[in-house]
């Protein structure tokens, strides 16, 4: 079984940039493919980002692709997302996620854990 645990949320100007880190226990998540999820209001959950690090490629949303980054620290067991120049837009409940693939996948039927979110707010 697979904890996450996010953190890194909170407010901050349009603009601005914002480190989400989620801490994973349990296997290794070098078998899964992890994935960054948002959830805003009145609308569905989405894959913002997900990578798979045996070599079967990353995923990003075109809303967030050239401003969101996924990685990871094999060290402290923790993969962020990295996101600069922040939009009003971005503002939502973010997820972190593990997948039991061996490639990246989007969809949030095809993950099995999940972090508790963190919120992100994005001020004009």
């Known amino acids: 079984q697979v904890q996450l645990v996010e953190t890194g949320g909170g407010l901050v100007q349009a603009g601005g940039s914002l480190r989400l880190s989620c801490a994973a226990s349990g296997p290794t998540f070098s078998r899964y493919t992890m994935g960054w999820f948002r959830q805003a209001p009145g609308k569905e959950r989405e894959c913002v980002a997900a990578?798979?690090?045996?070599?079967?490629?990353?995923y990003y949303a075109d809303s967030v692709k050239g401003r969101f980054t996924i990685s990871r620290d094999n060290a402290k067991n923790t993969v962020y997302l990295q996101m600069n120049n922040l939009k009003p837009e971005d503002t939502a409940v973010y997820y972190c996620?593990?997948?039991?693939?061996?490639?990246?996948?989007?969809?949030?039927?095809?993950?099995?854990?999940w972090g508790q979110g963190t919120q992100v707010t994005v001020s004009s």
């Open positions: 990578h798979n690090w045996s070599g079967y490629g990353t």
């Open positions: 996620a593990a997948a039991d693939y061996s490639i990246v996948v989007v969809t949030t039927h095809e993950y099995d854990y």
